[in-house]
């Protein structure tokens, strides 16, 4: 497994879309209000996977959480932003569940922009930014079942494919099934 270069992610990919300059970044410890922000303006994927409003400490979570065994230098938290305003993120995990693998966590734009294409050009800054990390050569990630009819066409559009892996899912009052999905990196 090589080290994570911070370097090459802090400016992966300026876009100009609709007049309006996009920049991905890395979401910083202290930005964590604008994570909260944008998971709050999605009130439904909240409802959908918890069953109920986006809890209060919800932006903070999202930045330190981790799967069991794994250290934080494997946690990217990449944020698109239009000047300082978080539009949307995604929370990847390198080299898990193996050395080359990538699991994206999270993917959420703001509620308010969704259908602009944001979480597209999110994913296209992610797949970037596991470029740079040659042994990396699938990314993965879970859609949990009562999720699965809005963001099952996100993901197949995006090229990803069922794997046949599924596990339990429990948070909130949502007791369900989270299904794995993957893709190449360079595919």
Known sequence: MLPLDRDKIGNITALNVACRM???RLIRPEEAAEVQRVLESNAGYSQRVSGGATAPDAGQAVLT?????????????????????????????????????A??????????????GLGRLTHKAVLEMLRAHPPIRTLRLSVVDTNAEIASPFWMALGYRLTGEAVPYSSGSVESIARVWSRPVNG
């Open 103 to 116: 699991h994206i966590g999270l993917l959420v734009t703001d509620g308010t922009r969704e259908g602009q």
């Open 22 to 24: 996009l920049e991905t």
């Open 65 to 101: 959480a981790l799967p069991p065994g794994v250290d934080t230098s494997r946690k990217i938290d990449l944020g698109l932003w239009e000047d300082e305003r978080l539009v949307a993120f995604a929370d990847v995990i390198l080299f898990w569940p193996d050395p080359t693998t």
